[in-house]
């Protein structure tokens, strides 16, 4: 069965990061090892407080890093691995995205440095895109390459779904949604239990996310509360950079409510307060400055 699951680092803790560790009775599996920041947001750059919260974070991936058997990289923006650390990978079972299809030029390019960066650590690497894989006596399923958002300029990711003794974990990747029928499908196909999504990108809304896309997404959503036999739902990741998050998709929670589903973020599932850091950067520098926090600036990327 799973015994836990545990998010690491996410939107909703104040980083950008999906990194999600699962436990089952036979394995301990962590998706995503990458945390980062917006280099700017309100044409700020980030706030102490957020930098000392990305150390936070990446220093309990690391940790979790160390206990887990099995290692899945969704696709290679730094919000989701970091190349500069490839001891993380060492003796580990490492399942990825693939290195060279269904990929945009630069994420091709970020995959190449990373298995140059990774390679002999591993106990076994393998390409997992649209495949099943038995780990002791769990079941990893992949969905095939989908895209990253709405359309393949951000490149593609897998999604991830865990099987353990009639239980299934599922986790999403950058589906900024799901809007399109490619990233609903996999859940609907996998029905899992408790499912971890990517929601829209909502703080673009009208910009780079269309309001087409958003009601896509939205009866994608409705779609899986009521056809899958969830029981619990996070949204985090892009949606928790939007301040009005809940109301952009309160159709959702009206239909969940209905049907039983806890609808939350991953910070709520973790037992935390809600912390949208870079969402309130603003307010943070008009309420803080930028001198109360001794912090350790790690080197920022973007996504």
């Given at each position: 069965m799973i015994r836990r699951v545990v998010p690491l680092a996410f939107d909703s803790f104040g980083v950008r990061s999906m990194a999600t560790f699962v436990e089952t009775d036979n394995q301990k599996i962590l998706i995503d090892p990458g945390v980062s920041l917006a280099p700017l947001r309100y044409g700020?750059?980030?706030?102490?407080?957020?930098r000392r919260r990305l150390d936070e974070t990446w220093e309990n991936i690391k940790q979790y890093a160390r206990e887990a058997d099995v290692l899945i990289v969704t696709h290679y923006h730094y919000d989701h691995h970091d190349p500069s650390y490839?001891?993380?990978?060492?003796g580990k079972i490492t399942l990825i995205k693939h290195p060279t299809q269904n990929i945009n030029f630069s994420q091709k390019e970020r995959a190449a440095a990373f298995l140059a960066a990774v390679k002999g650590l591993p106990r076994k690497l393998e390409v997992a895109d649209g495949r099943k894989f038995q780990l002791s006596g769990d079941t990893i399923n992949f969905s095939q390459a989908v895209c990253h958002g709405t359309n393949p300029r951000l490149g593609y990711v897998i999604e991830a779904s865990i099987h353990s003794n009639g239980e299934k974990f599922l986790y999403t990747s950058?589906?900024?949604?799901?809007?399109?029928?490619e990233q609903?499908?996999?859940i609907l196909k996998e029905k899992p239990s408790i499912l971890f999504v990517d929601g829209p990108m909502t703080y673009m809304l009208g910009y780079r996310y269309s309001f087409r896309s958003l009601e896509n997404s939205i009866n994608n959503l409705i779609m899986a509360i009521e056809e899958t036999g969830l029981h619990t739902l996070v949204l985090d990741h892009h949606l928790l950079r939007d301040l009005n998050y809940k109301n952009r998709l309160k159709p959702v929670y009206i239909k969940a409510e209905e049907r039983n589903v806890k609808v939350i973020t991953a910070a709520e599932f973790a037992g935390r307060k809600i912390e949208m850091l870079e969402a309130l950067r603003?307010?943070?520098y008009a309420k803080y400055g930028e001198a109360l926090f001794e912090v350790r600036k790690r080197p920022l990327k973007e996504e």
């Open positions: 700020l750059e980030p706030h102490p407080l957020e490839p001891e993380l990978y060492r950058d589906v900024e949604g799901p809007s399109l029928e609903i499908k996999f603003k307010e943070l």
